[in-house]
DNA sequence: CTCGGCTATTGAAGCGCTTCAACGGCGTCC
DNA sequence: GGACGCCGTTGAAGCGCTTCAATAGCCGAG
């Protein structure tokens, strides 16, 4: 049996009427005592059990889909599995999609629009039943051809007023405007938004929180714009503003739109001699990503709700599965501080 | 057209005989358009192509491998993303599976056997190509579940004497030697490693790895032994052990056998006042994990080759999927020193 | 002893696609 | 001008499964 078995595996994998045929029993009946365990009599049903068991039978997913009509994975693609909320994300998406019985595929599009693209074909064809997406800026078009094919998608971590579609969203807002709050508790005098280029929706929104908390506390905040959210212009914009910032008259509080700048700022000013964090001048980061944590210093942050998010994007995916009047949503979930040695330790 | 276009998602989605009808030819045309373009005349190609964008007519995926007779994907499991260690893998094989034509399917087991197995069913299944997999332990059943149905596993990061397949790990000795080495080349006289439960093979390798590097200098090594690798039991082992390792009468290098642990440890030594590090205890940690970097003090730890060891195990599926006459192989990797503040800075 | 009403099983009709033998039309060559 | 070959196209036969109407077998009620 194991050299028979070894060997119809090596060939073709035998096929439910190979099961029936060994079993002495119609197809049918084999379907029956996969599907409908209890239609079947208790010793047909052993016998062909027996059958599955010997000759190593394994449904074809492909074929049961065809048949039935629909598959129980859903899909859910994020931009980089190295920022830590896509991967809290997709552990709170596992775990809701397994409370629905559905199966959760990953895929990374590494950063790159036309994998994004192809990922969401790949699914689109699989007939998953539906798709989480953590969109690239532009993703329009390939999230109204998956919608357009009947199939529903439900944004997470960025939104697009022109998309009509469930939305998970964190309080970017709110994010921005507490890691002002807490620079501000500690005592600096001034605050330094580090923007990232406008396009990105959650920075630009981080950037209102903070600038909403500075007036409000009637402290004075400035801009200073960057081409692209990582650790290298961070290096650049402490480079270039550290020695101002620790000559300045008050205690300055920086606020880096992602992590990855905070790291970079903070390793630049940790290089220059003088200037000393959080005395002169308190760092925060804003979005939580663990991957930027290899800090010289321990920096404060915002962190992000990712496992929340996940929950919260699969429940609203499976009721706009099931629901025949599904109206949409967004979920706006709140980030919460993370105090560290980056802005502590000085009042 | 839209309001077609709508209509014809919200039911069923158009089939490839859909498509056939509205341009007036054969269904086997129109496969024929999608596959072998050069077979069909230009008009009717255009004509079938035009089709198919008016009915917003997409592949069945299912279908296809149901007739066509295989997939083109193959799939990663593994058992946490939060561990950076599988989230560079995942990197490594995405892009060499794309090199290939290949689509990769991600997917987390949450550090659950359950889980793991439910997924390599799912894949199985799914008919995939193959898959690749960082096992737990005792996963052996599940892994010969699968290559009995003629479907090739290739195991990355942890091995199976008993398993016949092919395997990607890193070199857990050379990682264990290489952090006894650095640590010895700062001056410490006395090496302590923190081991975790008998059963991880990883951490047996590096305890074997850090013994020889020890003997070769002639210095003693001792073991501390705790039941899991995480930083609540470092803290308990930093808090146990921290004054009389720095009561010694040399300076003493830790080697913590996950970062996890190495982290632990160091919060519970800062805490203790009076104990300088890296002066009186070194630390290192040594597999490079980095969600555990969120450190009071940036640490040393050995670095593993993650992205590198998902290009290999890739390249191994491939040619265990081609290869008539394969052979299975396994493939080491080396991991490389990663210097920080924890170790540097005395001699 | 018959018949209605069960339950357990069967067989066939698809699901949407790929593949391939067969076909028809058309230009070529002798 | 007829035979040949070629290219573009067709139609049908599956791929492995689900589903469902139809059937067979059985029991108890009449």
Known sequence: MSDEAKQSARAAQPSMQDVATAAGVALGTVSNVLN????????????????????????????????????????????DLGNSLFVDMSKGAQAEAREHGLSLLIASSADSLAEQDRYLDLFDEARTQGMLLAPMHDSRAGIERVRSHGRPVVLVNYSDPLIECCTVLMDNVLDGYLAARHLLSTGVGELVFVAGPERLQPVRDRQLGATRAASEAGVELSLVRVDAVTAAEGRAVGSEHGAAWAAAACRVGIIASTDLLALGILQSLLAMPG?????????????????????????????????????????????????????????????????????????
Chains 1, 2 share one sequence.
């Open 36 to 79: 409908h365990p209890q239609r079947v009599a208790e010793s047909t049903r052993l016998r062909v059990q027996q059958a599955i068991a010997e000759l190593g039978f394994v449904r074809n997913a492909n074929a049961r889909s065809l048949a039935g009509g629909s598959t129980d994975s859903i899909a859910l693609i994020v931009p």
């Open 275 to 347: 200037i000393s964090i959080p005395g002169d001048v308190a760092v925060m980061g804003s979005d939580g990503n663990r991957s930027a944590w290899e800090s010289p210093l321990p920096f404060s942050t915002v962190e992000p709700p990712g496992y929340r998010m996940g929950v919260e994007a699969v429940r609203l995916l499976v009721e706009e599965i099931a629901g025949a009047s599904h109206e949409h949503r967004t979920t706006v979930l709140s980030p919460s501080i993370l105090e560290r040695e980056s802005t502590l330790g000085h009042r």
